[in-house]
């Protein structure tokens, strides 16, 4: 199945300021979406992102499917932003079926 | 509002015992998915189903089983059989977004999770 590598795994911020994660991806992909696991476990969808560029507020995400990598930015964050967030492809060739990476650790500190 | 709804939030059972974790959306969705979760880690799929009354295994479906008769509810039992059952549970449900005329994509939504522990 589709590999997914996401970096860095931690991270701690200050709040205020901005960060980029990263996640890899080895196959083609049709469907990639980025979710935010908060510290209770609940996973909220952010973006359904398989190419291009979106915005929602103070997050923004690009997916550059040629060369198989997707970036999260985070502006300006603040204490909320905490959690785990994960990248999940989808492959051409994987049935619609999401590979889940292990995620990017985020704690932002006042 | 709309949303999806697992229960129990927290359960302990003792070795040997199967248990039940239920799942209710009214998001009117087709598609419904069960995931594991263990500490430090991704979400591994264990079972999904795209329709009623069908169901396909995912890529860790020993030890468990699921029915899909109602639209709404996609319960998920885990059997004695399964080796190490304690992990966070969730259920998941998809709209279909349409990529092109032959294609689309399933886009997720997620229950708020049920962790199962076993004594």
């Known amino acids: 199945g589709i590999q997914v590598e996401q970096s860095p795994p931690d991270l701690i911020l200050q709040e205020g300021a901005n960060s980029t994660l990263r996640c890899n991806f080895s196959?083609?992909?049709?469907?990639l979406q980025w979710f935010h696991q908060n510290p209770w476990g609940q996973l909220i969808n952010l973006f359904y992102i398989p190419s291009g560029t979106k915005q929602n507020g103070r997050l923004s995400a690009t997916t550059v499917a040629t060369e198989r990598y997707s970036l999260l930015y985070i502006s300006s964050s603040q204490t909320t932003d905490s959690g785990v967030y994960f990248c999940a492809p989808g492959a051409l060739s994987g049935n619609n079926r999401l590979a889940f990476g292990k995620g990017n650790q985020v704690v932002v500190i006042p | 509002d709309g949303g999806i709804t697992q229960s129990p939030k927290y359960l302990f059972r003792k070795e040997g015992q199967n248990v039940t974790l239920s799942c209710e959306q009214n998001l009117n969705h087709d598609a419904m998915y069960w995931y594991r979760q263990d500490p430090g880690q991704g979400l591994r799929l264990i079972y999904y189903s795209q329709i009623v009354n069908d169901f396909q295994k995912g890529d860790i479906a020993e030890g468990y089983s699921v029915s899909r008769e109602k639209k709404e509810s996609f319960p998920l039992t885990v059997t004695s059989a399964q080796k190490n059952p304690t992990a966070f549970y969730l259920c998941?449900?998809?709209?279909?977004?349409?990529?092109?005329?032959?294609?689309?994509?399933?886009?997720?939504?997620f229950g708020a999770g049920s962790r199962l522990t076993v004594l």
């Open positions: 998941a449900s998809s709209i279909r977004v349409r990529i092109n005329a032959q294609s689309g994509a399933n886009v997720l939504t």
């Open positions: 196959d083609s992909v049709n469907n």
